[in-house]
């Protein structure tokens, strides 16, 4: 069965700073797709990256970046320069299939000006 | 281009009702999928449909059903409501170019309250 955990249900992180939001996954297919989404209060999710699991290197999308460990399945999600507007509930997400996409419990971001 | 538009935001039924949530997706999306959003179980994938055939579905009851129409809107039903059918509601449309590798666009969603 594929299962997305997400050992941090809090996090802060003082403006400016960088943080890491962790999230592991358990499958066995070798060629899948990793996602984080962010859901403000606003409720939508937004997609903030993704990752080919066929793909060595680590996606980054400006101060957004992810550190992928196949053999580990772990797939981090750092972001650099923190910002207010990151303050949101970040989801980590796997999919193999169609459009069947399994999600972590997330974790809330707070940011501290 | 407009985003994933979901219809109500807001619902409250009482137990043994039906209720029928609408989801119109981003322009030129054929897929559209379902998700259950709850503070205990997190998201979880009801089910997509893609040129009006259900593809996937997840591990939920009969009582929640789905459909799609030619022009890729689509509506989820759920009958019989329980308490525990309050949720958020999301829908998610995808353009599903290549495969499984397109990421989901996500409406608003309507939040669902049994009482």
């Known amino acids: 069965a594929q299962t997305v955990t997400q050992s941090q249900p809090e996090m802060s992180v003082q403006e400016a700073e960088t943080v890491t939001l962790s999230c592991t996954y358990d499958t066995s297919e070798s060629d899948y797709y990793l996602f984080w989404y962010k859901q403000p209060p606003s409720r939508q999710m937004i997609l903030v990256i993704r990752q080919e699991a066929y793909k060595q290197q680590n996606a980054t999308e400006n101060r957004f970046s992810v550190n992928f460990q196949k053999a580990a399945k772990s797939f981090s999600l750092k972001i650099s320069d923190s910002q207010l507007g990151d303050a949101a509930m970040y989801f980590c997400a796997y999919s193999f299939t169609g459009n069947q996409f399994y999600f972590g419990t997330g974790t809330s971001l707070t940011v501290i000006p | ?115």
């Open chain 2, 1 to 115: 281009k407009a985003g994933v538009t979901q219809t109500p935001r807001y619902l409250i039924k009482t137990r043994g009702q039906q209720v029928t949530l609408s989801c119109s997706p981003i322009s030129g999306h054929r897929s559209v999928s379902w998700y259950q959003q709850t503070p205990g179980q997190g998201l979880q994938f009801l089910f997509e449909y893609f040129s009006e055939t259900q593809r996937n579905k997840g591990n939920f009851p009969g009582r929640f059903s789905g459909r799609q129409f030619s022009n890729s809107r689509s509506e989820m039903n759920v009958s019989t409501l329980e308490l525990g059918d309050s949720a958020l509601y999301l829908c998610a449309s995808s353009s599903r170019r290549g495969g499984y590798n397109s990421p989901l666009h996500f409406g608003n969603g309507t939040r669902l309250t049994v009482t």
